[in-house]
């Protein structure tokens, strides 16, 4: 705008007129820009010099040939279209959600911080403390889709299972020397000492979440489609309560360095506290309850504490274990069993 212009409007709505102007401008262009986040999946270019190093993993996953690993991915990241309470093959209704097994491993299974799945393979069998035995990989996978996926589980064998399976072996080939490959699991937070705030939690729910999640918590997706664009955080097409996610410190681990959508673990928005206490809100909402909890974690002391179902070995009431404050059950195993408690 030339100088003269500018001091004209300067002069015609003063300049508490051009500072709220430029505020609200850079408001709705950072919503517009919020807005059209899309979840686009952007995977980091293998270190490899070959000219594949522009390809998505999708394509090279096409590329390799591979129909077994090929269903893999698909059954990983179109699970609700592959696998889905909707299939018409009874064989193929496995899953009892909206969810994708990518809503939560996301970025394909391969964004750190955000339960990268790469070096998994090489991991199991691997001591599980909800069964209090050394699982497989197979048995693992079953655990996410009786609980995260609030389905069934297959049988170990069964053709799904191993695509599934081929797709995770793949992806610790195929990212090998990758930063995704050097992290696992969740990036931990700073604890607040005190128990979760759910009216905080709501606020940072309608301002940071609603806008994709939609108030109601139940998720987007267009009229008719089987896929949402937003996947539910509660409600019956959401995770269940036996869900790794249903735990507070888990969720709240996993919402501080992913959401909102688009950031990551460099540059997250949220605060540990505000963190917390959303997971905390997510958290208290209804959802699918899965059956025979309490056969959970034959040995209790390897119970994570945010569990939110009973029993457990310690004097806290269930309420605490849903909403905090931890720090003192946390030094209760510690000073008791000798026992590291990270969720
Ligand atoms: C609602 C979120 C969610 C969904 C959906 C989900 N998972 Fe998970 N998954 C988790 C969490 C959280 C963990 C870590 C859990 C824990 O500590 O118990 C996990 C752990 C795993 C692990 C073990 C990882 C490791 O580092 O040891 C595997 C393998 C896995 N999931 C596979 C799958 C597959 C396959 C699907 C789809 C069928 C799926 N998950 C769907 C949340 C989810
Ligand atoms: C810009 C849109 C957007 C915003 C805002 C957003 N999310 Fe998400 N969220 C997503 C998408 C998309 C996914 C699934 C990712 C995928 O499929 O790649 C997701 C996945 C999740 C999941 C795991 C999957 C599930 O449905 O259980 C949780 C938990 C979650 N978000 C919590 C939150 C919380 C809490 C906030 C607010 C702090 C938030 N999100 C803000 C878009 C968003």
Same mark, same amino acid.
């Given at each position: 705008?030339?100088?003269?212009?500018?001091?004209?409007?300067?002069?015609?709505?003063?300049?508490?007129?051009?500072?709220?102007?430029?505020?609200?401008?850079?408001?709705?262009?950072?919503?517009?820009?919020?807005?059209?986040?899309?979840?686009?999946?952007?995977?980091?270019?293998?270190?490899?010099?070959?000219?594949?190093?522009?390809?998505?993993?999708?394509?090279?996953?096409?590329?390799?040939?591979?129909?077994?690993?090929?269903?893999?991915?698909?059954?990983?990241?179109?699970?609700?279209?592959?696998?889905?309470?909707?299939?018409?093959?009874?064989?193929?209704?496995?899953?009892?959600?909206?969810?994708?097994?990518?809503?939560?491993?996301?970025?394909?299974?391969?964004?750190?911080?955000?339960?990268?799945?790469?070096?998994?393979?090489?991991?199991?069998?691997?001591?599980?403390?909800?069964?209090?035995?050394?699982?497989?990989?197979?048995?693992?996978?079953?655990?996410?889709?009786?609980?995260?996926?609030?389905?069934?589980?297959?049988?170990?064998?069964?053709?799904?299972?191993?695509?599934?399976?081929?797709?995770?072996?793949?992806?610790?080939?195929?990212?090998?020397?990758?930063?995704?490959?050097?992290?696992?699991?969740?990036?931990?937070?700073?604890?607040?000492?005190?128990?979760?705030?759910?009216?905080?939690?709501?606020?940072?729910?309608?301002?940071?979440?609603?806008?994709?999640?939609?108030?109601?918590?139940?998720?987007?997706?267009?009229?008719?489609?089987?896929?949402?664009?937003? !996947? !539910?955080?509660?409600?019956?097409?959401?995770?269940?309560?036996?869900?790794?996610?249903?735990?507070?410190?888990?969720?709240?681990?996993?919402?501080?360095?992913?959401?909102?959508?688009?950031?990551?673990?460099?540059?997250?928005?949220?605060?540990?506290?505000?963190?917390?206490?959303?997971?905390?809100?997510?958290?208290?909402?209804?959802?699918?309850?899965?059956?025979?909890?309490?056969?959970?974690? !034959?040995?209790?002391?390897?119970?994570?504490?945010?569990?939110?179902?009973?029993?457990?070995?310690?004097?806290?009431?269930?309420?605490?274990?849903?909403?905090?404050?931890?720090?003192?059950?946390?030094?209760?195993?510690?000073?008791?069993?000798?026992?590291?408690?990270?969720?």
């Amino acid at each position: 705008m030339p100088e003269q212009e500018f001091r004209k409007l300067v002069r015609s709505i003063g300049w508490l007129g051009v500072y709220l102007l430029g505020a609200v401008s850079t408001l709705f262009l950072g919503l517009f820009i919020f807005m059209n986040q899309k979840p686009t999946p952007s995977i980091t270019a293998p270190t490899t010099p070959t000219q594949t190093a522009a390809l998505s993993i999708a394509e090279r996953s096409a590329q390799s040939g591979d129909a077994q690993l090929q269903d893999g991915y698909a059954f990983f990241v179109h699970t609700d279209e592959t696998l889905g309470p909707q299939q018409e093959n009874p064989t193929r209704r496995i899953t009892g959600n909206g969810l994708k097994c990518s809503s939560c491993h996301l970025n394909e299974g391969t964004q750190p911080f955000g339960l990268p799945l790469n070096g998994v393979s090489q991991r199991f069998p691997q001591y599980r403390g909800r069964e209090d035995k050394v699982g497989t990989l197979a048995e693992r996978v079953n655990g996410c889709f009786t609980r995260s996926m609030n389905g069934k589980a297959l049988d170990t064998i069964q053709y799904e299972m191993k695509a599934i399976i081929s797709y995770i072996d793949w992806l610790d080939v195929n990212q090998a020397g990758t930063e995704a490959q050097k992290v696992k699991g969740l990036k931990p937070i700073e604890l607040p000492n005190r128990a979760v705030d759910l009216t905080h939690g709501k606020d940072v729910y309608d301002r940071a979440c609603a806008l994709c999640h939609q108030g109601n918590g139940l998720g987007l997706k267009n009229p008719g489609a089987i896929s949402y664009t937003y !996947p !539910p955080l509660w409600g019956p097409d959401a995770y269940n309560n036996g869900a790794g996610m249903s735990r507070v410190i888990t969720a709240a681990q996993f919402i501080k360095n992913n959401m909102p959508f688009g950031i990551n673990y460099e540059n997250p928005i949220l605060t540990d506290e505000e963190a917390y206490d959303v997971a905390g809100y997510i958290n208290q909402q209804t959802r699918p309850q899965k059956p025979n909890l309490e056969q959970d974690f !034959p040995n209790l002391v390897k119970k994570p504490v945010s569990t939110p179902y009973p029993p457990y070995l310690d004097p806290f009431p269930q309420s605490q274990h849903q909403m905090g404050p931890y720090p003192e059950i946390i030094a209760y195993y510690a000073e008791k069993y000798k026992e590291v408690k990270k969720n």
